[in-house]
DNA sequence: CTGTTAGCGCGTTCAA
DNA sequence: TTGAACGCGCTAACAG
């Protein structure tokens, strides 16, 4: 059984063709239907599975997308990941998943690898420090479509799908500022990430809006380590002007700043109100979760990528060129922890 | 940009033979240093990469290995998947991932699915509810190796790496015991699990060796839901004999255990002290992680099956007959959660 | 309705 | 030191 059964095989014990039992088994229509019982029946007892490898070599196409991540670990893009993972199964396309660790090294070496290999298409969140996108850039020669979710280029020519993180944060404002906090800060994230850029406009016009000042001095960046996240919280916390709300970057962050409060014994949500962003399921099971999240749709987000790059693929294969760039930006909505039953502090 | 240099454009343009082309490039020592460098100039001019598809289509190997997951939100199976990602980019092969969401149908569907792709072997933690293997014993057949590791099937015609949790549990025990404990309670995973076994071998060693009675009434088991161990743990509070210390499956297990129990005013660790298996990191920001927990060694398992793979992988071009199975078990270890700087409850 | 032929890109004999 | 020929398994254009 070690060699499977091939076409030709089932041709010469049939006395027929090669390519009469290639499109029997493809329902042609033009075939007998005689023909195409014989030729079904010997395929069923042959156990005969047409090679996969043969056919993509032959179609130039490898029915492959690759999916570049950040990080696995982090409970969103897992979840982004299975999003990924269920629509392409559907779409009968396989997966190579490469996680960039947030290095721009790795990020590079994987595109490499995805490109050898031919895969049809890339879905991509981009690694923490990426700010240059050749990489990306030069696939377009390649005619290998990407498209970008979540961590995405802030650059123009690109598809992709993200939420909408300056409205996001104008919600988690207004509720802060309608909850009476006027000095509030900001742990953001690296400020290549096209994510931080929206918080921080979203912040200022909360600010601006309300009507109060906007100071620069409330705002600080982390690059997204325990070490990056302590060292601006210690920085806020030395202000003069006491802080008496914090929106931090991610869940992540909000834990590792949360936890460098409590060893100062600030209280959480009550010296310090703790909101944050990507809302993570194990938010519900920790000490002090902040007392409202940034829903992030992670699962969507992974579905819609798929689907755009689905249609790109499509539209490669009918061979009208790409006329415009997809992009799709959800609303994200605040989830608060109300729903938790353990108080602590 | 978008046709590839091919071998034989490259051989057309030098006016040489296409195989002398490929024998330059593979810097084979019978041709001449004046044609390898000219058949590598062009090469690179014209930014030719072999096509792999057509290599793994010739070669009959596809150099991509599938990698079978329940659950890559789950922290250690995140952790061992990074493991084989990093091995096998080593080795220059590349990874399908298939999640089954501990559902034995969706695995049997991905094995399915990679068979079809021809992967060159597999690396599987299996479905918490799988019981039939036949679906892998089919790759047998196809000649296609499987390495199995942590959740293993109990049958011993198989290569597998994992931990031993029965020495694993009965280092747990003996902290519990010699704590004072004598009424300890386990919340076991699904019994067909071999890790499952191992713990319960491992509880009642422990019991036995003390020597105390072993009361089967203090060992439940969960199918891994939220509910089933809520379910368990009710059971356990409602005995008569009152347990002092509860054995959880998992941290997620422990998680959803603990919480209940907080619900009903069990003070946890004191009124009751939990220990859980596999150490996961976010209890260092959990309310009330367990005392300690086992590190079952997530990135060390990963390395080892796919060391384990890829060895299996060289000698079946080297087409020496496998004559053994490997099997590697790993001791764990008890993890305390002392770092802890937070002290809840 | 079916067979013949050709070719996808590469590596590998066998011959020169 | 090089070239010609072949085949991997399959599909598709062309020819009956």
Redesign the interface.
């Known amino acids: 059984?070690?060699n499977?059964a091939t076409i030709t095989e089932i041709a010469q014990k049939l006395q027929i063709s090669a390519s009469t039992v290639s499109r029997a088994l493809h329902d042609h229509h033009s075939i007998g239907l005689r023909t195409k019982m014989r030729v079904r029946q010997l395929a069923g007892e042959l156990n005969y599975?047409p090679?996969?490898?043969?056919i993509?070599?032959q179609q130039?196409r490898?029915a492959t997308i690759g999916v570049i991540l950040p990080e696995?670990?982090e409970?969103f893009f897992?979840?982004a990941?299975?999003a990924i993972?269920d629509s392409s199964?559907n779409c009968n396309y396989?997966?190579?998943?490469?996680?960039s660790?947030d290095s721009e090294v790795k990020e590079k070496q994987i595109v490499e690898?995805m490109?050898?290999?031919?895969v049809d298409g890339l879905i991509v969140s981009i690694a923490k420090n990426t700010t240059n996108y050749d990489h990306f850039e030069m696939l377009k020669?390649?005619?290998i479509p990407v498209v970008f979710f979540d961590r995405i280029p802030n650059i123009s020519d690109i598809h992709y799908v993200n939420c909408n993180m300056e409205s996001g944060t104008l919600k988690a404002m207004n509720f802060l500022l309608k909850s009476g906090h006027r000095i509030i800060g900001m742990i953001n994230g690296p400020e290549n990430l096209f994510a931080s850029q929206q918080r921080m406009e979203g912040y200022i016009k909360a600010m601006k809006s309300h009507p109060l000042k906007f100071d620069p001095s409330l705002v600080l960046s982390s690059d997204l380590t325990k070490e990056g996240t302590e060292k601006a919280m210690g920085q806020l916390l030395s202000l003069k002007r006491k802080i008496t709300a914090l929106i931090a970057f991610n869940d992540y962050v909000a834990?590792d700043a949360i936890?460098f409060a409590?060893?100062r014994n600030i209280r959480i949500n009550e010296d310090i109100t703790f909101v944050s962003y990507s809302n993570m399921p194990?938010s519900y099971?920790?000490?002090c979760p902040p007392v409202a999240s940034l829903e992030q749709f992670p699962y969507q987000q992974g579905e819609k990528a798929t689907e755009i790059l689905m249609e790109l693929l499509n539209k490669k294969e009918s061979e009208s060129p790409i006329v415009s760039y997809k992009k799709i930006t959800l609303e994200s909505h605040l989830a608060f922890h109300k729903s938790r039953?353990?108080t602590?502090v």
């Open positions: 059984m070690k499977l599975e090679n996969q490898a043969a993509r070599f130039r490898t696995l670990s409970s897992s979840a990941f299975s993972e199964f396989s997966i190579f998943l490469g996680q660790h690898a490109k050898a290999r031919r020669k390649y005619d834990l936890q409590r060893e194990m099971h920790t000490a039953l353990i602590t």
